[in-house]
């Protein structure tokens, strides 16, 4: 059996072993799919934007990382990776 969820609502899955494993081929198909198409329009990775807050410190944790494989890294530009900062909190300021 099939279930569709409510536009709005997203299912994820985790990457790696037993991630889709319960799923039925043609679904599993379907999901991987859509990742490839998803990854496809987005482009390459340029770099994460992390932003953590807490309860009781009024110093959050701003940060940028740069994983294996994304575009920016410590040593780019430093204007190419303010950008992509900007886009970022653009990006969270349409947060709901």
Do not use: K, N
């Not at 410190?57 to 890294?73: Q, S, T």
């Amino acid at each position: 059996m099939e279930h569709d969820a409510p536009r709005g609502t997203w299912i994820g899955y985790r990457s790696g072993p037993g991630g889709m494993d319960h799923l039925q081929p043609d679904a599993r198909a379907r999901v991987e799919r859509q990742a490839a198409e998803r990854d496809e329009r987005r482009g390459a990775l340029l770099c994460e934007v992390h932003v953590r807050v807490y309860a009781r410190d009024a110093d959050d944790d701003i940060f940028v990382a740069f994983p294996d494989g994304a575009v920016l890294g410590p040593e780019s530009d430093e204007a190419q990776i303010a950008a992509a900062v900007a886009r970022a909190r653009d990006q969270l300021g349409r947060w709901r």
